[in-house]
């Protein structure tokens, strides 16, 4: 198996990001209206945002992990045999997708930092608030945040649907190349 991406298939380092991302986002959204919904004398009230900080601050660092090993690491192309049509609309959702795995995290931490506090980090280490204190800065951060993560729903189903449709019913190459391509030889 390639660590590296080639001009026809992702590498390992690519998948791996790619996956442990989508995991992270889709945990992160369920979590994230689980807690919102939590009543103040909730034992779980502080533990759950807690969890969703550490666990979003990761998902930054890897999407920040995702973007340097792509400009070193150029992606492959699209795949053979896709309409010019699905050329267009993938890559148009894939940067939709890029937008959003970045400003969600970003906006969380904004939401978090905007009282002039650092985030902790399961306690083992600190990122320093940068921005200055803003109410202004804070509202904008979580009417985004809110916005993103829910609309962020529909597009990962249309993704994953798109990614399906291809697997069983046009029977090409797409979501191989995502998985357990090059394993198999393909
Ligand atoms: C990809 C990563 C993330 C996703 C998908 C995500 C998703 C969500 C969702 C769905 C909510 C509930 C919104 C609502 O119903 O009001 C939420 C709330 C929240 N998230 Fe995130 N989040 C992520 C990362 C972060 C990070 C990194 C932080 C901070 C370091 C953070 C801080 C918060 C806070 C403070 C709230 C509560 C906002 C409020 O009280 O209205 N999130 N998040
Ligand atoms: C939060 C969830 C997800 C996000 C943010 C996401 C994002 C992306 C992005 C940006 C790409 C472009 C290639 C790359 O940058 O690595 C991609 C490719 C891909 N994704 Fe996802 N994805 C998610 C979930 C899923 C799911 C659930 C599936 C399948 C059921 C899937 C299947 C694929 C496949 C097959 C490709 C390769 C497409 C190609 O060959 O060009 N993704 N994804």
């Not at 992160?28 to 909730?42: C, E, K, R």
């Not at 993938?90 to 940067?95: D, E, F, K, V």
């Not at 993704?159 to 030889?185: E, N, P, Q, S, Y």
Request: aromatic residues 14%; charged residues 15%; positive net charge.
């Amino acid at each position: 198996m390639n660590l590296y991406n080639t001009k026809t298939g992702f590498g390992l380092v690519s998948k791996l990001l790619h996956w442990l991302i989508a995991l992270g986002i889709i945990g992160l959204i369920a979590l994230g209206w689980w807690m919102v919904g939590l009543s103040y004398y909730d034992p779980w009230y502080n533990a759950s945002l807690e969890l969703h900080k550490d666990f979003g601050m990761v998902v930054l660092l890897l999407v920040f992990a995702k973007f340097c090993w792509q400009v070193a690491n150029r992606p492959p192309g699209p795949g053979a045999g896709l309409k010019p049509w699905e050329r267009k609309a993938s890559h148009a959702m894939h940067w939709v997708l890029y937008v959003l795995m970045l400003a969600v995290p970003v906006t969380g931490y904004m939401i978090t930092t905007a009282a002039g506090q650092g985030v902790s980090v399961f306690g083992l280490f600190e990122v320093p608030a940068i921005l200055p204190q803003s109410e202004t800065a804070r509202e904008l951060a979580t009417d985004i945040h809110y916005y993103f993560s829910y609309g962020a729903i529909a597009l990962i189903l249309g993704h994953a649907g798109a990614a399906l449709k291809h697997h069983f019913v046009d029977k090409d190459d797409t979501l191989i190349r995502m998985t357990w391509g090059k394993l198999t030889g393909r």
